[in-house]
């Protein structure tokens, strides 16, 4: 399926990053143009779009860096610190603090069209043995590049377009269908969008535990396994809920394959981002 | 336990800590630590990088004897979320494994105060990676039991800055802690993720920290931990200080 990958109807054409890589593989940079449909309520981009952006430079730098190995995810973390609104770029320039034999670590800068930062993300991958279903990675670093198609874009907000179902909002119980508009190269749910979950189950258990429209604004994301099968649950417990800032533990299973867990987040939210 | 594969196994910071760390059913630990004097910030309560040391002690024993017999572990990445003070103890801490996977474990430590009415205090996820140690995976009696209580250090034990300055490894995360404070005026950490890349060597270390932004619930810092003696950079992390200006 990787040469395939990502198909034409695909989260990540519908998002239109852009890609510039440099020449020795230890550094990359990608935009994501923010638009409505990437936005929460309070009209700024979703914690969960943003890990989506680094999910994708971050795997993209870390599968050059451990070549002719491959990767598997093992974490991701994103602060933000600052909204980024609709008709805004968001900059990624990613860098490798460590590239060994068994592990790689990303650093993800986020930065506004202003040069303002907006976040910071980090990542770290297993180094595994190649495969011959894994992506070339010198097809991957064509640079500039971009995966959008002449009509990709998103026709709905995304969480729509994930069909996530917010069932219990107190409890963070949410439900999201596993597509292939948003599988990874393996056919599981992609890792930004595992993340985007995660948020939206925390923002709606802590918003009810706060009382207060809080957004999520950190995220620190540890992959245990994959969802296939779907639907992808979550549930949360609250660690922390005052008015302007909670904290909270989310657990995804994938119900479909017998509840297996799938990744295990913390979750900060806070009001009144600058 | 950054260097969880020399013969002591992390136990000279866990010396200093003052912890016991004892092997329950099915891969669990559970280890108790004292609010101890020499461990207290200016509020008061536990240093969030004695807190840290104190999670990655007990999920790396953890880990590592997930890891058996194939090897041994080092931590690779901690992020933790500490949602209120620790200022009576003793502190427990309950390591549970989460994966165990060919090249690495992950282990989830939830830090509770048993001297407060069993009150939250921190939750934490650590990453470990699997090696072959030199001289081969450490060999102990299961289920283990480790009191390492008993301080090894100067006497009378010395505040943590002080106790900086006399050791060169296992201590990124106090390092990054003290770093945070000080560029934030006194801050206290309550969110850290911590990614170990090498060990520290030769010394001395120093963390320098960068303020991203402010928010409302306080700042959010990267810190750089480097090895100056051996010119490299030794851990990354990234905190969220909380403020009171």
Redesign the interface.
């Known amino acids: 399926m990787t040469a395939a990958y990502p198909p034409d109807q695909h989260l990540l054409r519908d998002l239109r990053f852009s890609f510039d890589h440099d020449g020795d593989g230890t550094s990359s940079r990608a935009w994501m143009p923010v638009v409505e449909e990437l936005c929460t309520d309070t009209g700024r981009a979703r914690a969960g779009a943003l890990a989506t952006l680094v999910d994708v430079i971050g795997g993209g730098l870390a599968a050059t860096a451990a070549a002719p190995g491959w990767i598997a995810t ?2 991701l ?1 994103l ?1 933000v ?2 909204c980024a609104r609709p008709g805004s770029v968001v900059e990624a320039r990613a860098q490798v ?2 590239a060994g034999r ?2 790689v ?1 990303i ?1 993800v800068a986020l930065v506004d069209d202003r040069e303002e ?1 907006v ?2 993300a ?1 990542m ?1 991958f ?3 043995p190649r495969r011959d279903s894994n992506p070339e990675v010198d097809r991957m670093r064509d640079s500039p590049s971009t995966m959008a198609m002449p009509h990709s874009r998103l026709a709905r907000p995304l969480l729509d377009e994930l069909g996530v179902e917010v069932r219990d909002a107190a409890r963070g119980v949410v439900d999201v269908p596993v597509i292939d508009w948003s599988r990874n190269s393996m056919g599981a749910m992609q890792g930004g969008v595992v993340a985007t979950v995660a948020d939206v189950a925390a923002e709606a258990a802590l918003r009810s535990a706060t009382g207060e429209p809080v957004v999520v ?2 995220l ?1 994301v ?1 992959y ?2 994959f969802g296939r099968i779907g639907p992808v649950r979550s549930t949360v417990d609250i ?2 809920a005052a008015a ?2 909670g ?1 909270a ?1 989310v657990e995804l299973v994938d119900a479909g394959a017998e509840n297996r ?1 799938m990744t ?1 987040v ?1 979750a ?1 939210a ?5 | 336990m950054s260097d969880a594969h020399a013969t002591d196994a992390g136990r000279d910071v866990s010396r200093y800590m003052g912890m016991t760390m004892q092997e329950l059913d099915e891969l669990r630990i559970v280890g108790h630590g004292a609010v101890a004097p020499h461990l207290l910030g200016r509020g008061g309560s536990l240093r969030a990088g004695a807190l840290l040391t104190m999670i990655d002690s007990v999920g790396g024993l953890n880990a590592g004897l997930a890891a058996l017999p194939d090897g041994w572990v080092v931590s690779t990445n901690l992020a933790a979320q500490i949602v209120a003070p620790s200022r009576a103890g003793p502190l427990r801490f309950d390591s549970g494994l989460l994966r165990r996977g060919r090249n690495n474990v992950v282990t989830a430590v939830e830090v509770r105060d048993e001297g407060a009415a069993d009150t939250l205090v921190a939750s934490g996820v650590l990453t470990s990676a699997i090696l072959v140690p030199q001289n081969g995976p450490p060999q102990w009696d299961r289920p283990l039991t480790l009191d390492t209580r008993a301080p090894t250090g100067p006497s009378p034990v010395p505040p943590v800055p002080e106790w900086l300055g006399v050791r060169m490894s296992d201590a990124d995360a106090i390092e990054i802690d003290l770093a945070a404070e000080h560029v934030t005026g006194g801050g206290v950490t309550t969110d850290v993720v911590l990614h170990y890349l090498a060990p520290n060597r030769i010394g001395p270390i120093r963390a320098v920290a960068r303020t991203v932004g402010m928010r409302r619930d306080g700042a959010v810092l990267r810190v750089e931990v480097c090895d100056v003696g051996a010119a490299r950079t030794t851990a990354v992390a990234v905190v969220t200080c909380a403020t009171t200006g």
């Open positions: 093992a974490d973390t602060s610190v600052r603090l460590r068994t592990t670590v650093e930062d976040g910071i980090t770290s297993a180094v595994l604004t950190e620190y540890t245990l396994g660690l922390a302007a800032r904290t533990r867990r295990v913390y900060v806070t009001r009144d981002l600058p």
